[in-house]
């Protein structure tokens, strides 16, 4: 035991002494390892953990140290500790690995407690996939230790005696201040900075992006550069968004670090020590959900890559001056999707990545093994040499033990959206043979196309069952898979593998007896994909996700004639919803994207009992409207009423799709002229003269079924 405690000691001096951080795995029983912690010399301690006997073990040994729950640990993210312990006992989430490492200072220690080594199993509930996967990498680790108090042994250790090279001095970049240079930790914040101050002095540039790995000094960046901004007096009234509150408390310390040595007199409210607001003579910083965002004359984002790209073009069309920071590799969100998306999103945006990390040397080996091993910085394959890949095989992968295949099966996968977290990689790992399927076309032994796929009557989590419960009862007893991600490497896109992937999984899942396939999504940009393929809109939320900042989408496919009649009723049910809703629930759906499901979903007739019928007063209105002698607006009840039965009837996809975008945007959606014109780009006579041709066809089919008797 004596040895054991000694080489614990030994490794924490000379993590310390190096500069770089360490990983130290402690295992064995709850009293042994807490006791054992409690005697290291710790300055700031930080331990986390899920409730469990463990905890009330440590609660009493180890004195004076900071607990936090796991699930709140989001609220502390900024701080910095000398140690950081996660408390494995009751299991491990892997986004909680990742954001805890993040919070350990250079020369510090990241320490996974759990019970003895062979009955280790750092997941949540299964020990043979993305536990098993954890320990292998632990070896990796280049400054690491592991030991099992229990058996009195080292099971793995490994020092990298490298000092860091020396920390450069942040250059003081004109025109900033001298005051404000004290507080900037590297000449890419200065850049930063220097780049808000151009977004206020350029008239061609009106939005700014701060780009980084986690740790680089992005918020820190953007609460100096509002700091500087007031100072200068370019700045009035401020909305600060963010995922939340506790996402913005290290934007807002910055910042007022910068007003106290700027010697400004502000005040500052919020809730249990939060900064919510900071005001002074003239100005005004507060912080903003993303759900209740009011435009202001500059508008400041932190962790875009978290908002999603929805809620950041919704801010974007509404802000006159926008700063913003995203991660670019991260657990918050996959940025690097983002950042190539920001040129269409943003007016223009000047762009600076900070790559200097701020709590810890460069070439950290910590940050580097938490990166390799959760997959962070994942980047998709080239692969310049497929061109038009012909003997492409298909393939059901039974394991992705292999780590080239594991990290290339994935980078391809994350490419089907841009919110990406480790626990995607540990639920993948725990239901790989289990829940999980993956399915991939494969060309001369390289996957080139992805797909992972949930067996709902197998798992835990049953998204599509529960949905379609709410919708027909009829069909819980049947066998449901739902695709969870598909993705092509994106120079091969649009060359029909997508497409083929999924007739490949349709073909096993029949042969294994499902009877029902589909997917839920946010991205409007991809109904296209699966209304081609024979899938339908199923179902569209009432509300936004509060993760994507988008509207939940939900296609199905039945793969089994039995059920067939059942699920188009469900299409031709959703048709009839975007048409009754489309002026309330679904006005701010994309009018081309209602015009396009109109057109392309799958649909059957079904009997809607006595239908609306038009008065005499609409009849007459609808007439005269023909003949050219009355306005649009003035038929717009009688035009839905026929929408609603052509709709009921499947008559809507004889229409143009252009057509269809008209009738959507004005008569679905009561949307006014000018904006309709707008939308689809044509002048306003030709929009009437458009709209009576539609309104000549709903009649001339449908107006002796809804003529008031």
Known sequence: MVVVVEEVHEFYKVIASSGYRGLLVLLGAPRRVYGLLSTLEVRKPLFVFWPGRS??????????????????????????????????????????????SEMVVGGGLLVLTGPTWSKWCPSISICNGFA??????????????????????I??????????????????????????????ATTEQARAIQAALEVFEEPRSSSLVILGDRGRGKSAALGLALAYLIAKKKVGDVAVVAPSIYSVQNLFMHMVRGLKVARIQYKAWGPKRLYEGVKGGWFKVHYEPPSQYHLSALTVVDEAAALGPARLRRIAMRARKI??????????????????KLNDILPSPLMVELKTPIRYPEGDPLEEWLYDTLLLNVEPPEDKDIVIPSAVSCMEVQQLEDLQL????????????????????????????KWIKVYMLVYDGRPIAVAEVSLEDKAEKRVL???????????????????????????????????????????KLIANDYKLVGATFSNLDIIGFWLKNGYGVAHVSARYNKFTGEKNIVVLKSLSRDIRHSINKIYTDMVVRLVYSGASVYRDLPAEKIAEILAKQPCVQIDIGDPWKLTTYQYLRLERFLKGEDYPEHVMDAMLILTA???????????DVNHLTILASFVIQGKPTWEVVKVVGVSEEQLIEVLRKIAKKLASELIREVLEK
Not at 77 to 96: C, F, K, N, Q
Not at 167 to 180: D, E, Y
Not at 465 to 479: A, G, S
């Open 155 to 184: 099971i793995s250790k490994r020092i990298t005696l490298q000092k860091p090279a020396k920390k450069i001095r942040p250059k003081c970049l004109k025109p900033l201040p001298t005051w404000l240079c004290k507080l900037i």
């Open 645 to 655: 039965l052509a709709a009921h009837k499947c008559r809507l996809k004889t229409f």
């Open 132 to 153: 098993s996967y954890l320990k292998k990498q632990l070896y990796k680790a280049k400054n690491h230790l592991i030991v099992d108090l229990d058996d009195q042994k």
């Open 406 to 433: 594991l990290r290339r099966t994935y980078s391809i996968l994350v490419q089907a959206h841009y919110r990406n977290s480790p626990d995607d990689l540990q639920l993948l790992l725990d239901g790989m043979g």
């Open 465 to 507: 069952t529960d949905i379609l419960n709410r919708l027909l009862q009829d069909l819980k007893e049947n066998r449901i898979a739902r695709i969870v991600r598909i993705a092509v490497l994106e120079h091969l896109q649009r060359r029909g593998l997508g497409s083929r992937l999924l007739k490949c999984i349709e073909e």
């Open 55 to 100: 905890v009330d073990i440590a609660r009493n040994v180890l004195e004076n140290w900071d607990f936090v729950f796991a699930e709140h640990l989001i609220e502390r993210l900024g701080e910095e500790h000398d140690i950081v312990v996660i408390d494995t006992y009751e299991g491990l989430r892997a986004s909680i690995l990742a954001a805890a």
């Open 323 to 340: 700063l913003t920071a995203t991660t670019i590799h991260g657990y918050e969100g996959s940025g690097r999707w983002l950042a190539h």
